[in-house]
């Protein structure tokens, strides 16, 4: 049966730079053009998370050797960051459906804004990694200076900034248009530009990042989505995480999730903010399903062959 399906883009399929980033895209591309050849209607999110930080990284870099050269806002940075994720990953998926003959459904990549509260309590307490992993002792050297950082789901420390829940997408107009016209829409990358609407009525960026699995649910949401997939690095949601005990879930129910996250079965900047985004959706839509799983696996999740589906 054909579905309308949100799905978020986990860093696996991205890579963590340019290199990694090309390559990995034809691999993703593969998956979701099995899901178009099976009929389904797709609208995909990606994350940015190295790629903001090294754009951010690249400015300051650039405004310390040239002063001619500005430190962009992080609301420009995603904004970039949209754009050029957005080229590869439509390169590559209108490519891998030429291949197979599939010519009737263009990709096209939506510079996407997302409202944000500016008295989000977010912006006091900056917890949203980006930009490169690094050692403690260079992570001590940023921190001495005033620059924010955590350690990231024992994978190393990085930067940090306030990560701030979206309210409203602002071109969600644009990208039913394009649903309507057959096409594939890339939105809301990295989890949109956050912006804030002040009291001269304009939107104007904020120094933030929003996370791609809350702005995905979000999408999911407004579009009356039947699904949300959310890809990440691992076949199913797990409780007991790297314990010998470790138990992986087919069925997840908005109750065994709220009392999974009481007992902090999941990892905060990791599992958590995934299986939070699930529970937004299906809260919201009860009659759709959310499905966390691995990017290869994602066929086989739709078919409830693996993955853990989350249902209200």
């Given at each position: 049966m054909k579905k309308r399906i949100v799905i978020a883009l986990g860093g696996n399929a991205l890579g963590d730079n340019l290199k990694e980033q090309m390559d990995a895209v034809k691999t993703t591309a593969k998956a979701i053009a099995d899901l178009v050849e099976a009929g389904h209607e797709i609208v995909l999110v990606h994350g940015n998370g190295p790629q903001v930080g090294m754009i951010n990284n690249a400015f300051e870099t650039a405004s310390k050797a040239d002063w001619h050269f500005p430190v962009l806002p992080m609301s420009v940075c995603v904004a970039l960051s949209q754009g050029y994720i957005g080229y590869d990953l439509q390169n590559a998926l209108d490519r891998e459906l030429y291949l197979r003959g599939i010519k009737?459904?263009?990709?096209?990549?939506?510079i996407t804004q997302v409202e944000v509260d500016p008295n989000d309590p977010a912006f006091k307490n900056p917890t949203k990694p980006v930009g490169s992993f690094m050692t403690e002792a260079e992570a001590e050297k940023l921190k001495a200076q005033g620059v924010p950082v955590m350690e990231?789901?024992?994978?190393?420390?990085?930067?940090?900034?306030?990560?701030p829940m979206p309210m409203r997408i602002i071109e969600i107009e644009s990208i039913k248009a394009l649903l309507a016209a057959g096409q594939i829409p890339i939105a809301a990358g990295g989890g949109g530009i956050p912006v804030v609407l002040w009291s001269d009525e304009q939107f104007h960026g904020a120094y933030a990042v929003i996370d791609k699995d809350f702005a995905s649910a979000k999408l999911a949401e407004a579009l009356n989505a039947d699904m949300l997939i959310i890809l990440?690095?691992?076949e199913k949601v797990a409780i007991n995480f790297g314990k010998s005990n470790q138990r992986?879930?087919?069925?997840?129910?908005a109750a065994e999730a709220e009392k999974y996250i009481a007992e902090n079965q999941f990892a905060?900047?990791?599992m958590l903010p995934k299986v939070q985004a699930a529970l937004s959706f299906v809260r919201k839509n009860p009659s759709g399903t959310a499905l966390i799983t691995e990017l290869k696996k994602a066929k086989e999740g739709i078919e409830g062959k693996t993955g853990t589906k989350i249902i209200a």
């Open positions: 009737n459904n263009p990709v096209a990549t939506i990231d789901a024992g994978r190393g420390w990085r930067r940090v900034v306030a990560s990440t690095a691992v992986g879930l087919d069925i997840l129910s905060k900047g990791s």
